[in-house]
């Protein structure tokens, strides 16, 4: 899910990424797999050419006893899992965030605490709060770990450097707050010369403040509902409405999309990930940068938080060892040199490796604030609940479309929050009578 930007891509440049000097970068690490030739095989919803850009050529120049194989699938498609295991054909690899579904009723994963411990893997390379927060939403909340950290989905703000120059304001800048950028899409939403700029878009998802706070979902053993009661839910429903009472804003305009990169290139500053970096660079007539996602006024320094993606060793490998070798590699230095150059935002904490984002992609000489991603620092998570919702920036989540359905609807906040309320104690007892 974090590689759905990238992935669309489909002209890309193979030009290798600079890594430094380090005469050691490409020596085993002392987890390293010496043991019989593999077939180690990763589902992930990738083509042929990203995998083998991204993983496939890391791990045969690693370790050319280990042969890597993509299964291109959706790893959240529970249904393609079943065809899979009933072909024999088990993956050995496979990312997704772990729940019931996949530990328990597919029996797919198993934690890797052991594997961790034995190998002597330092889990402190990983930026601050991730494993933290993949032990915080293990679903037998146990506190387990089911796989190593490899890529995760962080935000940035992009702005269009011709709009703010337009409208003679001044670009956004690092440690901005919600207020601040209400107060400047304010500015810079008008229509100058039969064209309707438009201050500020949220994408994939306008829930992206809600993800700065800790707010639990539900109690994890009885189902209440608590995120309405949670006073920064209605907080960052206060700042929706004041977004979608800005005039012109929320407007849509069919016979003239509004876009950032393409249709009408008229939105001043739009959030979403970092991938979309090398998607934007070449896009002709657009002059951008980026920036850190803005923050709330007390939580200074504090990004949208969801859980980094984990690479899981499947339970019932027959690989296990091998691969073990490839997850711990992806998740060393140098395989994150690899994996930030090609476009994957990446969890290991270094600035050599911020800085190598989006490398293979952008021309010779293009200069992006490509830190900006890593600026701040990933907040808690709530403990996991099975009854949700979950905190999360993709699909159709509860949280996602509730903040979308609000901007579009004229209802005030405090009746907002009681109608979620209702509704969400609704699907909980649907998921009780279930149990």
Known sequence: MFLIAACNKEELNKEEPTTGDNENEA?????????????????????????????????????????????????????????????????????????????????????????????????????????????AIDPLGEGNLYGLPIESTLMVMYYNKDIFDRLGESYPVEGMTWEEALELAKKLTREVDGVQYKGLALEPSYAIPYTQFAIPGTDPETGEVLFTQDPNTKRVFDWLDKLRNIPGLMDMDEARPDGFGGNGQNIAMWISTAPWLPLLAPVEGLDFDMTSVPVWEDMPGIAPTTPAMPFNITKHSENKEAAWAVISHLATEEGQKVLSAAGSAPTYDSEEVFALFGHMDLEDGATYNVQAPFINQMGELPPYSKYGPQVTFHGDNFITAKAREFLESDVDVVTYLRQMEEEYTTIVAEMKAKE
């Open 27 to 135: 020596e085993t690490s002392s987890w390293g797999y010496d043991g019989e030739p593999a077939t180690v095989t990763m589902l992930i919803n990738v083509g042929e050419e990203e995998f083998s850009r991204r993983y496939q050529e890391q791990i045969a120049e690693v370790y050319p006893n280990i042969t890597l194989k993509l299964i291109s699938g959706s790893p959240n498609d529970s249904q393609f899992l079943q065809e899979q295991f009933a072909r024999g054909e088990v993956p050995d690899i496979i990312p997704t965030i772990p729940t019931l579904e996949y530990i328990e009723d597919l029996d797919l994963l198993m934690p890797i605490d052991d594997m961790v411990e034995q190998s002597g893997f330092d889990l402190g390379v990983f930026r601050e709060g991730i494993i933290d927060n993949l032990r």
